[in-house]
Structures are given as structure tokens and as C-alpha cells.
């Protein structure tokens, strides 16, 4: 079985180490709004579904179409657009493979919405 519970931790430590990137060095780099806007949703996307599968790898750990949906999503969706900011030239390949990821991130969402339901311990 994946590391799911690892995946979600280091792309969420990762989310915050490129958001405060894009939030104070790419700046200097990029004077575009737009581009450091784009970045900060990339980041954004990343760290609330690297929550999602932390949680989910405790919570419903059989799931492992969903979890593997919302890796492959956050690696294409904000990876690409993590590069198309950097270089918009040179990464412009990568343009339709957006599109792809947040085709995963919802799946991810529809597999864990059909899945088993997790059995939450009864708190008495």
C-alpha cells in the first residue's frame, strides 16, 4: 500500500514552503500579479488536499482510489502550475495537464463520496 499518510504529510510541508515563496521570493522574480496569483492557488489547492489525504489515510485508509486521485491531481494540477508561473515559455507543454489534475482532484472527491464510509469510534 502507498504511504498515503507520508505523501500527505510532505506535500503539505511543501504547500506551506512554496506559498511563502510565492508570497515573498518570487516577487523579485515575477512581477506579474497574475503569475504570483496563480501560484498562491496552486499552493492553496496543495495544501487543502494534502490535508484531505492525511486524513483520509486514517479515516478510510481501503480508499486508496481516492487517495491516489487526489496524489496524482495535486502533483499535475499544482505542480504544472507551479512551473507555467516560473517559466510560462519554456513549461508551456504542461499547459493541459491543469486541467487533467483537477480532473483527479474532483474523481478523488467522487471516489471518496461512492467509497465505504469510514466507521468513526462512538464517543460515549
Known amino acids: 500500500m502507498p504511504p498515503f499518510w507520508t505523501i500527505g504529510c510532505l506535500y ?3 504547500s506551506v514552503l512554496l506559498g511563502a515563496f510565492g508570497a515573498h521570493g518570487l ?3 515575477i512581477a506579474d500579479p497574475a503569475r504570483i496569483a496563480n501560484w498562491g492557488t496552486a499552493a492553496h489547492y496543495q ?4 490535508t484531505l489525504l492525511t486524513a483520509i489515510s486514517i479515516a478510510a485508509p481501503q480508499n486508496t482510489l481516492a487517495m491516489s486521485l487526489f496524489t496524482a ?3 499535475m494540477f499544482s505542480g504544472s502550475i507551479y512551473l507555467l508561473t516560473l517559466d510560462p515559455q519554456r513549461f508551456k507543454v504542461l499547459g ?3 486541467p487533467l489534475g483537477g480532473l483527479c482532484l474532483v474523481g478523488g472527491w467522487v471516489a471518496l463520496a461512492v467509497g465505504r464510509r469510514p466507521v468513526w469510534p462512538r464517543v460515549r
Open 27 to 29: 516577487k523579485k522574480k
Open 73 to 75: 491531481g495535486m502533483t
Open 12 to 14: 503539505g510541508a511543501s
Open 47 to 50: 495544501l487543502i488536499h494534502s
Open 96 to 98: 493541459p495537464v491543469t
